[in-house]
């Protein structure tokens, strides 16, 4: 079965600055799609970025990126620049391809101090 | 273009009453996804429908069902509620199965008393 694993409960980083939160995961499956969710108090579950397993190339949008390793099965989010609009539950997901069944991980809690 | 409209958004149940929480995907989106989130057990998968078809089940008791309509939108019941179902169930939407990520609604939070 797969799993994931978020290992941080609880990140801070102070305003401008960058933070990485991690993420590793676990199959068997030779192509799947990783993701990364932001749920704010206001709890709707927004899209972040998402990595395509057959990609070698790291996901970014915008501040966001990715350090996908295949091998490793290690999936991390930097954010750059962080701002105050940041702070929020961040979930990383696994989705094998033909479902829309996402495992999550636990998440990690980002607070950004001004 | 409206977004996944979940209804309703709160809910307060007793034990033993049984309740059905309903799920408006994106309009043209065909896949329709629910997961329950609790401090406890986090973000647990339920279930998966395509075209009115259920095509996967999460591990959850009987007392959970669900199904889905002729115009994609879904709704999930749960029968003999329970303290332990407690719990903000999410529902998301995408165009097709296993295509572009899913969209997610706000939630419907339950609690039981």
């Known amino acids: 079965a797969q799993t994931v694993t978020q290992s941080q409960p609880e990140m801070s980083v102070q305003e401008a600055e960058t933070v990485t939160l991690s993420c590793t995961y676990d199959?068997?499956?030779?192509?799947?799609?990783l993701f990364w969710y932001k749920q704010p108090p206001s709890r709707q579950m927004i899209l972040v970025i998402r990595?395509?397993?057959?990609?070698?190339q790291n996901a970014t949008e915008n501040r966001f990126s990715v350090n996908f390793q295949k091998a490793a099965k290690s999936f991390s989010l930097k954010i750059s620049d962080s701002q105050l609009g940041d702070a929020a539950m961040y979930f990383c997901?696994?989705?094998?391809?033909?479902?829309?069944?996402?495992?999550f991980g636990t998440g990690t809690r980002l607070q950004v101090f001004p | 273009k409206a977004g996944v409209t979940q209804t309703p958004r709160y809910l307060i149940k007793t034990r033993g009453q049984q309740v059905t929480l309903s799920c408006s995907p994106i309009?043209?989106?065909?896949?329709v996804s629910w997961y329950q989130q609790t401090p406890g057990q986090g973000l647990q998968f339920l279930f998966e429908?395509?075209?009115?078809?259920?095509?996967n089940k999460g591990n959850f008791p009987g007392r959970f069902s669900g199904r889905q309509f002729s115009n994609s939108r879904s709704e999930m019941n749960v029968s003999t509620l329970e303290l332990g179902d407690s719990a903000l169930y999410l529902c998301?939407?995408?165009?097709?199965?296993?295509?572009?990520?899913?969209?997610f609604g706000d939630g419907t939070r339950l609690s039981i008393l």
């Open positions: 998301a939407s995408s165009l097709l199965v296993g295509g572009q990520p899913q969209h």
């Open positions: 199959t068997s499956e030779s192509d799947y799609y």
């Open positions: 990595q395509e397993a057959y990609k070698q």
């Open positions: 997901a696994y989705r094998r391809v033909n479902t829309d069944k996402l495992i």
């Open positions: 309009s043209g989106h065909r896949s």
């Open positions: 429908y395509f075209s009115e078809t259920q095509r």
